[in-house]
Nanobody, 127 residues
Framework: QVQLVESGGGLVQAGGSLRLSCAASGRTFSSYAMGWFRQAPGKEREFVATISSGGGSLYYTDSVKGRFTISRDNPKNTVYLQMNSLKPEDTAVYYC????????????????????WGPGTQVTVSS
């Protein structure tokens, strides 16, 4: 089973960009679909984006489409979330998650489909 650690969070002004990284330990990273979720203060954790184990399938929540891009580098055991045109409402703790997948094009949209979670990284967007 992989272990996950996020990095790249921070404070940015509205309209700015950040790139989050999620590094995975272990040799089986390429057999996991990966996802990004976020939790704002006082709110439940919500889905942001997902990428299939093979990298060929992507899916985003509507509020980030056209602004965020998920990608992965399997040889480097890393998944990324490029966030552009950030808004104050994007402020949250961002979590990456891994879900074991036997299908290279499968994506997972719900939290229950993920087996492993990182500790999270704070993203704060000032207005």
């Amino acid at each position: 089973q992989v272990q996950l650690v996020e990095s790249g969070g921070g404070l940015v002004q509205a309209g700015g960009s950040l790139r989050l990284s999620c590094a995975a330990s272990g040799r089986t990273f390429s057999s996991y679909a990966m996802g990004w979720f976020r939790q704002a203060p006082g709110k439940e954790r919500e889905f942001v984006a997902t990428i299939s184990s093979g990298g060929g399938s992507l899916y985003y929540t509507d509020s980030v489409k056209g602004r965020f891009t998920i990608s992965r580098d399997n040889p480097k055991n890393t998944v990324y979330l490029q966030m552009n045109s950030l808004k104050p409402e994007d402020t949250a703790v961002y979590y990456c998650a891994a879900g074991r997948s036997s299908r290279s094009f499968a994506v997972f949209l719900t939290q229950g489909e993920y087996d492993v979670w990182g500790p999270g990284t704070q993203v704060t967007v000032s207005s």
